[in-house]
């Protein structure tokens, strides 16, 4: 009998990356409509013009970007290394936008998808996945969640642009 713990198995692998396309789809739901919306919030905290439709366009990219991430993952069999990334990506994500409400005395646009739920599915990944991998690939993979990170802060302080 396999054990769980030790060796997932893969439906329970599957099962826990789509959380974050699920959970992504939440974010983006309260980015929108919580509050003044994400675009206004971006707008009048940093001065970046970012239109809904290219809030809407952007988001959905990214949407098509962690599925086919996750389809390349289970196929070319490095689903351990894309949930760290993703976990990675969450948990900063969620952080920052924790950081910049606190900063700011106020609620911003996917504060509350980020306190809970996606800073404990990061957590929860990393703590996961942490004794499932080589401790070289482990850091790779959060370094690369950072590196998503550090490109989404740009590209939206361009307004969604890329140049």
Known sequence: ??????????ASLTLWS?????????HIAEEYWGG????????RLRGVHLSPTRFLVLQSIGFVLLVLG????????????MLVILGATVLVNGLTHTLT??????????????IFIWMPLGIATLIWTRAR???????LAI????????????????GGRLS
């Open 1 to 10: 009998m396999e054990n769980i713990n030790s060796n997932p198995s893969l």
């Open 18 to 26: 789509w959380l974050f396309p699920v959970t992504y789809l939440l």
């Open 36 to 43: 003044e919306g994400y675009p206004a919030y971006i707008l």
């Open 70 to 81: 996750l389809f390349l993952a289970r196929r070319l069999g490095f689903q351990h290394m």
């Open 101 to 114: 409400s606190i900063s700011i005395g106020g609620y911003g646009p996917g504060l509350l998808s980020s």
């Open 133 to 139: 991998m080589s401790q070289r690939r482990y850091w």
């Open 143 to 158: 370094a690369i969640g950072f590196g998503i990170n550090g490109i989404i802060a740009v590209m939206t302080l361009r």
